[in-house]
């Protein structure tokens, strides 16, 4: 290994050949599994892997988002439109996985349930950075995390940096559409607020410019994509739960609630009755 701890590049002298587990990583990827119940119950691993599995997911929407937005600033709408669809794409796969999770009983969970102690899905910090790429931004999930700590920086960053919509704004700008100034130069530590001039603009690109209007629709599968990801998440957790209070302190499925029917892009959905 290198000091990175990376498999030797294939021009290092002397190093082994390059194989699909040592490219990979296997050996600690599989290692990385550590039921915490007695036995270990059954479905505990089916749990961790899930788990894990949404993480690397996260990480690689994240991966893709940060690159979407180089590319609407940059005019790029061939690509914009390809990554657009790659991003949906791990969307569907993220609530198909529901459908694995649910074949967990709500007695087989709770036979580990009580190890997790104040593990939660709630303290995942990349998918508050989806949360805070994607526009809806809180101080208080920042101040959640201890100072200190990688999800901590990794979210003061987030909070700090333009969102995809701020992106968004950018691209309609560059391809001369007159968007305000109070728009281009929002405060990005705000969630997205709907406006009313730039409203009217939309309906102009839905009317007029098909290519923009391609994009703005695939905006709009992403917002009704992570809503429907959130509506299943709460259904799981109710099913297999039910009113309990979650892990991590949350009221579960009640504060899960509160996240639905709130989109990522207001103005895109309002002027839908003006179209």
């Known amino acids: ?18 194989t699909y587990a040592r ?16 036995g270990p119950e059954h479905d505990e691993t089916l749990f961790i892997i899930i788990h894990q599995v949404y993480e690397l997911w996260f990480k690689e929407l994240l991966h893709e988002l940060d690159h979407l937005k180089g590319l609407l600033e940059a005019d790029d709408t061939p690509r914009s439109q390809h990554t657009l669809k790659r991003v949906l794409t791990i969307l569907k796969v993220l609530v198909a996985q529901i459908d694995v999770l649910e074949t ?6 709770l036979s580990f349930r009580h190890r997790l102690e104040s593990g939660s899905g709630f303290q995942s910090f990349q998918f508050r950075e989806l949360e ?7 101080r208080s999930v920042v101040d959640h995390y201890p100072k200190g ?15 995809l919509w701020d992106a968004f704004l950018k691209y309609l700008n560059g391809r001369g559409y007159p968007v305000p100034s109070t728009q281009l130069e929002r405060d990005v530590t705000h969630p997205v ?12 690109v839905y009317r007029d410019d098909p290519e923009v209007r391609s994009v703005c629709e695939r905006l709009v599968d992403l917002d009704e994509g992570l809503q429907e990801w959130r509506y299943r998440h709460v259904k ?35 002027i839908r009755t003006e179209l």
């Not at 805070?132 to 809180?138: A, E, Q, S, T």
């Open 1 to 18: 290994m290198t000091p990175e701890g990376n498999p030797p590049s294939r021009g290092d002298p002397g190093a082994p050949p390059l």
């Open 23 to 38: 490219y990979l990583r296997l050996e600690e990827l599989l290692a990385l599994q550590f039921p915490r119940s007695d």
């Open 104 to 109: 967990m009983t709500p007695l087989e969970f």
């Open 132 to 138: 805070f790429v994607l526009g809806y931004k809180r």
């Open 149 to 163: 700590e990688v999800g901590r920086d990794r979210l003061e960053h987030r909070y700090r940096e333009p969102t």
């Open 193 to 204: 607020e709907s406006s009313r001039v730039l409203q009217q603009i939309l309906v102009r």
């Open 236 to 270: 799981m957790v109710e099913r297999t739960i039910g009113r309990k209070p979650g892990t991590g302190g949350s009221s579960g499925a009640g504060y899960l609630e509160t996240t639905l029917m709130k989109p990522l892009f207001p103005d895109l959905w309002e």
